[in-house]
């Protein structure tokens, strides 16, 4: 049964599994472990004790597989959803015993033949036992290429090693010497032995000490399908009962907002009373505490758990909207080529958030621009350019009717469709005298007058990927000299994030093109591995003498050295821009407007995942390219091993003008 209810979250991390021994009842586990609470168990197929050379053959050379169970003792949906499978532990397929390594060979392929032929949705493989793992990885892509939706965890203990000690002296030489044990090593190593196969997943290990949070965080970014937490990693609270630390609450908690189900393992090794169980029962709303006879050994840990997951709070009324938007990528708007449908102007035009700040900015111009004593006889020439169907229209008037200015609006907006839109609008608002529409291109239009305040939206996920430089510098000679913008100015920022999910989406579309794009993503399954930092910045308005709208920048990330070795899959990109004064608006973390949703960040790919040794810094360069008809990007990076430039004079992406 799921570990309990949370609005808003449908994701598999609801289902809590148990790894359990091998036994030839397979009914028996299953019945006993669901009717203990458990959703699914992490089982066995074969006998242990399984040796393909030792196994006496029939005369005509065949033998029998020691399965736990035949197909038809479950049904096929019991098989699928309830049981993932365990291969043999003992399987060593890089061993100098070529026995050994030669049954395993055989072994592995039998047991994964024989889970597709059960149609279960995963196996568990057992970790590499050493960094050189290359034959075992050979012969799990071998079998990639022929399973069909089956996906194989690859188990991986999250070890805690010497070097991390916080009073470690010569820590810093320990990290930058690699004289430390790092599980994301193994892991990096296999998948990348196995080309970032789409089904090729990691299970992570929970002991009782962990890495660093900045070591951990890495795995936000990977595909995580389980954390495999060991009863020996539970602490005793006061009444005799299994809990966490406070660490490992949060990872756990993490690994629940990434949708990675929780696999209980080990044995019973807390002595919880029959009082203590019912003062457990007492202060839980959850139904997975019943009677104590016959009770699961383990269910005080998956009780624990269903308690963490009742403890977080419940996905905002955004974050549910966003759900279907996570890690998909989207191709970013070419708002001056295309024409924006109603649908798409519906979306952005229910962001209050946004048009709150737009009003407070247009306010905030107001009464710089108009004092008090001329509030009731100087009029305000104001022009939105870019008006789409009017909601910042309504934004000046409103702005307009709080602080008790006179105004002259201009809507200018080069979609027919949305001018049928606009006229509707003032017309239903009795706004004539007020607003005059012009139906054209704001580069184009010849205004009959100048104007004091400027209004536009035509910022994109990366401030400047939706041009809004071209537009506004084309918008500029109608703007008095000491006329204002707004906004006044905007700034992109970009850093290094670890995305194998993106990653492996863009790469499943066989071509360049597709790596030389970029995309807007609502970023969920990522890790963040250096702090964002500032790219291009636009102001407006802009007379300078020498102002080019063409930019290029060189920036260098520093990943903190208790991370370890990183991936860079590519580079999240973000915008933060001030409308007016203090005013501003963004979605560059570290100061993103609170629940404003028209926006979501861009990511640009690398061709190729960039491997960032532990210590190693990181060199990019970014360039945003001009020409008659288009802008574009190009991107590379030159440190710590050099990358091709991507999208070269805009081959494969760019932004109509």
């Known amino acids: 049964m799921p570990l309990g209810q949370r609005v808003g979250d449908k994701s598999d991390s609801r289902y809590c599994g148990v790894e359990t021994e091998f036994d030839y009842d397979m009914p028996q586990v299953l019945t006993f472990n669901l009717s203990g609470g458990f959703d699914f168990v992490m089982a066995p197929l074969i006998d242990p004790s399984y040796r393909p050379s030792s196994v006496k053959k029939e005369a005509d050379g065949s033998s029998?597989?020691?399965?736990?169970?035949?197909?038809?003792?479950?049904?096929?949906?019991?098989?699928?959803?309830h049981v993932v499978g365990k291969i043999s532990s003992w399987i060593d397929l890089d061993s100098e015993d070529e026995e050994l390594r030669l049954d395993s060979e055989i072994t592995l392929k039998q047991e994964i033949a024989w889970a597709s032929h059960l149609s279960l949705q995963a196996c568990l493989l057992p970790p590499p036992r050493t960094a050189s793992c290359g034959n075992y990885a050979r012969c799990v892509n071998q079998i990639l290429q022929g399973v069909n939706n089956m996906q194989l965890w690859l188990r991986v203990p999250l070890e805690k090693s010497e070097l991390m000690d916080d009073d470690s002296v010569n820590a810093k030489n320990d990290l930058q010497s690699g004289r430390m044990f790092d599980a994301w090593e193994l892991w990096n190593s296999f998948r990348l032995l196995c080309e970032h196969h789409t089904q090729l997943c990691a299970a992570v290990d929970i002991l009782s000490t962990l890495p660093s949070v900045n070591s951990l965080a890495r795995w936000f970014g990977e595909p995580v399908r389980a954390a495999i937490v060991h009863t020996n990693s539970f602490l005793t609270n006061a009444k005799g009962y299994p809990c966490l630390s406070k660490r490992h609450q949060k990872l756990i908690m993490g690994f629940f907002n990434h949708s990675v189900q929780i696999v209980i393992s080990g044995s019973l090794v807390h002595n919880v009373s029959q009082e203590g169980y019912e003062d457990l029962s007492s202060n839980s709303n959850d139904n997975h505490i019943e009677d104590m006879p016959g009770q699961h050994l383990l269910r005080p840990y998956l009780d624990y758990v269903a308690y963490l997951y009742q403890r977080m709070d419940p996905l905002p009324e955004q974050e549910r909207f966003e759900l279907g938007y996570r890690d998909f990528l989207q191709s970013p708007l070419q708002p001056l080529m295309d024409n924006l449908e109603a649908?798409?102007?519906?979306?952005?035009?229910?962001?209050?958030?946004?048009?709150?700040?737009?009003?407070?900015?247009?306010?905030?111009?107001?009464?710089?621009?108009?004092?008090?004593?001329?509030?009731?006889?100087?009029?305000?020439?104001?022009?939105?350019?870019?008006?789409?169907?009017?909601?910042?229209?309504?934004?000046?008037?409103?702005?307009?009717?709080?602080?008790?200015?006179?105004?002259?609006?201009?809507?200018?907006?080069?979609?027919?469709?949305?001018v049928v839109t606009l006229h509707s609008l003032i017309k239903l608002e009795g706004w004539e005298a007020i607003v005059s529409i012009v139906s054209s291109d704001m580069r184009c239009w010849d205004a009959p007058e100048r104007a004091d305040i400027v209004v536009s939206e035509l910022l994109g996920s990366f401030g400047d990927n939706e041009l809004s430089p071209e537009c506004l510098d084309g918008a500029q000679r109608f703007l008095k000299p000491d006329g204002i913008s707004i906004p006044s100015s905007y700034t992109s920022f970009i850093e290094p994030v670890t995305a194998a999910k993106l990653y492996n989406d863009v790469k499943s579309h066989r071509d360049l093109a597709h790596f030389e794009t970029a995309y807007v993503v609502k970023l969920h399954r990522i890790a963040r591995l250096a702090p964002s930092q500032p790219l291009f910045s636009f102001k407006h308005p802009e007379y300078s003498a020498k102002k080019s709208n063409q930019r290029y920048k060189k920036l260098h990330f520093e990943i903190p050295l208790d991370t370890g070795s990183a991936m860079v899959h590519g580079f999240a990109g973000y915008f933060d821009a001030t409308l007016y004064r203090d005013v501003h608006l963004g979605i560059e973390p570290s100061m993103a407007t609170p629940n404003m949703f028209s926006w979501f960040p861009i990511f640009f790919p690398l061709r190729t995942p960039l491997y960032v040794p532990r210590g190693s810094p990181i060199e990019v360069h970014f360039w945003r390219c001009c020409a008659s008809a288009k802008v574009w990007y190009e991107w590379c990076v030159t440190s710590p091993s050099p990358s091709p430039v991507h999208n070269s004079n805009g081959r494969s992406y760019w932004v109509g003008l």
């Open 64 to 81: 029998v597989l020691p399965a736990a169970a035949s197909d038809l003792i479950l049904s096929p949906s019991q098989w699928s959803s």
């Open 343 to 418: 649908q798409t102007y519906e979306t952005f035009e229910k962001d209050t958030v946004k048009y709150n700040q737009y009003q407070r900015a247009i306010c905030k111009a107001l009464l710089d621009r108009v004092p008090d004593e001329e509030a009731l006889t100087t009029r305000t020439v104001l022009m939105v350019v870019g008006a789409g169907r009017g909601p910042l229209v309504r934004a000046s008037l409103q702005a307009a009717e709080e602080t008790g200015r006179k105004l002259k609006v201009y809507a200018v907006e080069k979609n027919p469709n949305a």
